[in-house]
Structure formats: C-alpha cells, structure tokens
C-alpha cells in the first residue's frame, strides 16, 4: 500500500501547490489516486488554513473527495488541531461525517481517549508512533494495540537533515526508522507504514519498500523530489514514490 498524504500541516506558504479548500484536496485526491496511490490521508483546513476537527469542515472535505475517489480516506487528529484532549474526544464524538480512518500520535496526552472515541464509531485508528519519543513505550503498554487499524512509525526527528551528504542523511535515517521498529516490540500483529518527513521522506520509503513494508509520500512528508527538484503535485510524488518503492523492492 501506498498512501498520499496530501498538505499535513502544510499550507499556502509552502507553496501554491499545496491543496487546503476542499475542492482542491478533492482535485489533488483524484490525481494521487490516477497515479497510484490506494489510500489518502489529509489535514481538513479552515478558511484560513488552519488545521481543525471541526464537524462541518470535515463534513464538506470528506464528501467533497469521496464523490471522486472511491479508496479510504483518513485525517489527522493531531494535538495542534484541538490542544485539549478531552475536547479532542469531545470533537470526535459529534462528527457528522467520518472518515475511514484518523491518525493518533500516540505520544500525545490524551492518545488513548482519542483513540477510544474513534474505535467507538467504527472509525480505523492508524496509531502514529513517531521517532524521538516515548511512543513506541506508551503503545507497547496500550491495552488499545491489537485494535488499531495500523501502526504508523514516522521518522520525524527534528535534527533529520543536517547529514552532510545524501548517502550519510540515508545511512542516518534509515538508522533511525530501524530504531523505531525495533522499540515496538509488544504483540500488537498489526501492519505497519514506515515512513519519514523531509529529508528522511525518501531513504524511509525505499527502506519500507525492501522490508515489504507499506509507505506513504505526498505533500506533508516532503515538497521535493528524490532529485532535489520541487515537486509539482502530491501525484509527482506518488508516481515518483512508486518508482522508487519498486526499483528498491527488486534489488533487496
């Protein structure tokens, strides 16, 4: 599986590429989906372009992107989005439209409680244990592991990038994302999507393609191609990450 991740926290800032409106995730959902990708996940905005849980927002978003694309779709529940965790679950239960799945970090309070309310409306839980955190040991010691949808282990530490040349910033990240699965070595037996931000976006996925990993690229994780170059749409990126996932599966 490749998953698109189509704007993260990301917006017009990063670039008049990058979709916020629900019509243009729908647009940039379409393209992904034609290129390749077989699930999507993204961050609803406001008008202003802030991250939200709000019911309405997500409401439009959603149906604005499954009237085009049949895969699942899931969102963020971030901590930046709604601060307060109990709010946070509070958002989640007055949802009118759900999605197929919603990301929890779990090294954010209140994770547990968040994933409860999503597992209560059927909602899949992807849980987001990321680099450089306590995740992995709160998820090992979850009572709620068995019953997540998946596992995503995010390379997301923030010193990633200073390597001075691409092939140390690979051996670095890929360092790192073998770290991660190591630390989750409870009997969760669920999939897992390895993937990394930034600089580590790209040596993550090609190390997620050689250990038969599913993976994700698009927007959020990086604006840049494997080359350097800026990328031009999350479909770019999925067709490049694609390409990549499968030259790195045949010579592993």
Same mark, same amino acid.
């Given at each position: ?72 779709i899931g969102v963020t529940t971030g901590a930046w989005a709604e =601060? ?58 979850? =009572? ?26 690979? &051996? ?5 994302a073998r770290a991660l699965l190591a630390a989750l070595t409870c ?15 790209? =040596? ?22 494997? &080359? ?5 749409? &999350? ?18």
């Open positions: 599986m490749v998953q698109v991740c189509l704007n993260g926290a990301r917006g017009p800032a990063d670039g008049w590429m990058v979709p916020v409106s629900p019509g243009a995730l729908a647009d940039a959902a379409v393209e992904a989906v034609t290129a390749g990708a077989t699930d999507v996940h993204l961050h609803p905005k406001t008008p202003c372009g802030h991250d939200t849980l709000s019911p309405r927002v997500l409401a439009v978003t959603l149906e604005a992107i499954r009237a085009r694309v049949s895969v699942p =601060p307060d965790p109990v709010a946070r679950a509070e958002r989640i239960r007055t949802w009118t439209t759900l999605p197929d799945h919603a990301s929890v970090n779990w090294h954010e309070p209140g994770a547990e409680e968040v994933a409860t309310a999503l597992l209560d409306r059927g909602v899949g839980v992807e849980a987001g244990i990321w680099s450089g955190t306590d995740g992995a040991a709160r998820f090992t010691a979850s =009572p709620l592991r068995t019953r997540v949808l998946r596992i995503l282990a995010e390379v997301t530490d923030p010193a990633e990038g200073t390597a001075e040349n691409a092939s140390e910033e690979e &051996n670095t990240s890929e360092a790192t009997d969760h037996g669920r999939p897992v999507l390895l993937h990394g931000e930034n600089a580590s976006a790209w =040596p993550v996925l090609r190390l997620a393609a050689r250990l038969g990993l599913a993976t994700r690229i698009g927007l959020e994780d990086t604006l840049l191609l494997p &080359n350097g170059e800026r990328a031009s749409s &999350n479909a770019q990126l999925v067709a490049e990450g694609l390409a990549q996932y499968g030259a790195a599966r045949r010579s592993s």
